[in-house]
């Protein structure tokens, strides 16, 4: 094997490797708030604060708190989407990431009642992706639970937004963590295929020197 070859050969087996390993990452930024807060604290307590939004790595919209101390989901924080203080429009908070028009992605995220019941929560959400647009009703306050869902994007750019719906205005309710979307496991397979393809091409052409 000449170093030509041998180099293309070892290209073709780092770009699979990349190109998988991309597929599976994902494409939210910050998902579960484990990033420190870049701003002052707007108020709190012992094992919460609040925040501006534009002091919270990734994220925009509404004010957001950070909660530890309080059973978290995966990490160390995890967020309440109806934060401090209480406003005449319903808490909000979105981040936007680059898509593929008309790929399939999937979604993935935890959530947990801050107060209801204690088998169901007055509490909902609405989530939005892409094609996808969903309230959340059934979480309960003693147990995180988990949504996984697949949207396709409709646009090159595609924003993630969840938005309370009850309490619409008030501060307590509706936790988050964990936030995730990847590319779905047979786009990753796809990829790698693209990967190997580079890999036999770099074969033949060592067979031919």
């Given at each position: 094997m000449n170093k030509k070859s041998f180099s293309a050969l070892v290209t073709a087996t780092i770009l699979g490797m990349l190109l998988t390993t991309s597929a599976n990452a994902n494409?939210?930024?910050?998902?579960?708030?484990?990033?420190?807060?870049?701003?002052?604290?707007?108020?709190?307590?012992?094992?919460?604060?609040?925040?501006?939004?534009?002091?919270?790595?990734?994220?925009?919209?509404?004010?957001l708190e950070l909660w530890t101390n309080n059973g978290q989901y995966e990490g160390e924080v995890h967020a309440e989407l109806n934060a401090?203080?209480?406003?005449?429009?319903?808490?909000?908070?979105?981040?936007?990431?680059?898509?593929?028009?008309?790929?399939?992605?999937?979604?993935?995220?935890?959530?947990?009642?801050?107060?209801?019941?204690?088998?169901?929560?007055?509490?909902?959400?609405?989530?939005?992706?892409?094609?996808?647009n969903t309230n959340v009703s059934d979480h309960v306050t003693n147990s995180w639970k988990?949504?996984?869902?697949?949207?396709?994007?409709?646009?090159?750019?595609?924003?993630?937004?969840?938005?309370?719906?009850?309490?619409?205005t008030g501060t307590l309710g509706n936790f988050l963590d964990d936030i995730r979307v990847t590319v779905p496991e047979p786009g990753?397979?796809?990829?790698?295929g693209l990967g190997l393809l580079g890999l036999g091409i770099a074969r033949k052409r060592n067979k031919r020197a």
């Open positions: 494409l939210i930024q910050n998902g579960g708030f484990e990033v420190a807060p870049t701003g002052p604290t707007l108020g709190g307590g012992s094992f919460w604060q609040y925040y501006s939004s534009g002091s919270i790595a990734d994220w925009s919209g509404s004010n401090h203080a209480s406003t005449n429009t319903a808490w909000s908070i979105f981040q936007t990431f680059s898509t593929i028009s008309g790929q399939s992605y999937d979604l993935f995220f935890a959530y947990k009642a801050r107060r209801g019941n204690n088998q169901n929560s007055s509490e909902v959400f609405n989530v939005s992706v892409g094609d996808l988990t949504f996984s869902q697949s949207f396709k994007a409709t646009s090159t750019s595609t924003t993630l937004r969840f938005t309370a719906v009850t309490p619409l990753a397979l796809a990829l790698l």
